[in-house]
């Protein structure tokens, strides 16, 4: 069982709609979770960073964690054409730019105009 | 201020060959951590430098090693190339929190 699983998709949804977007993972010892997008030949962007459980809003996006059932999800309201990109979700065990970041496989989001 | 750089964007090398890629971190960033992505699947750490020093190594051979220089960039050698180096390379800087910002990336092809 990989450390982190996450759905490659693709997916593919119109544009206005609401996309979620999960990882699960089996290390209990993951504390700090991010999601980044990277657009085709680019690097990863970080978009949300959170620690432990709870929801964190930003404009369009939302990232809740759920420690318990050790589940993760992104939230895209209203989707737009230029959110098309693929969304990867890494996670980490302490607060540090020092630790390494374990990375699902990324999911495939294209939004239809 | 720049982000972070990389150096080249492409290449393309032979079996067998030997490469080097290059990094230059964000400004004040200190620390440098190298990932390897293969088509379709996320970044996997290869290993971190700080103070021109291995810090940490993911589950990646000998054949790849690296340097970090008194300005903070940093390279990365893989020798012997094989088939399944193929990939994006992916250089991230970090101060000392947990925000590690990444640059465009390196795609190495082996033919």
């Known amino acids: 069982q990989k450390e982190v699983e996450q759905d490659p998709g693709p997916l593919s949804v119109p544009e206005g709609a609401i996309v979620s977007l999960n990882c699960t993972y089996s290390n209990s010892a993951f504390q700090y979770f991010m999601w980044y997008r990277q657009y085709s030949r680019k690097g990863p962007e970080l978009l949300m960073y959170?620690?432990?459980?709870g929801n964190k809003e930003d404009g369009r996006f939302t990232a809740q964690v759920d420690k318990s059932s050790k589940y993760i999800s992104l939230f895209i309201r209203d989707s737009q054409p230029s959110d098309s990109a693929t969304y990867l979700c890494a996670m980490s065990d302490t607060n540090s730019g020092n630790t390494p970041l374990v990375f699902g496989k990324g999911t495939r989001l294209s939004v239809i105009a | 201020d720049a982000g972070v750089t990389q150096s080249p964007t492409h290449l393309i090398k032979t079996r067998g060959q030997q490469v080097t890629l290059r990094c230059s971190p964000k400004s004040g960033h200190d620390t440098v951590s190298w990932y390897q992505q293969a088509l379709g699947q996320g970044p996997q750490f290869i290993f971190q430098y700080y103070e021109e020093e291995e810090r940490q190594r993911g589950n990646f051979p000998d054949r790849f090693s690296g340097h970090q220089f008194p300005n903070y960039s940093s390279e990365l050698n893989v020798n012997a190339l094989l088939l399944g180096d193929s990939a994006l390379y992916l250089c991230a800087s970090s101060p000392d929190h947990n925000e590690q910002f990444f640059g465009p990336g390196t795609r190495l092809t082996v033919l």
């Open positions: 959170t620690y432990s459980s």
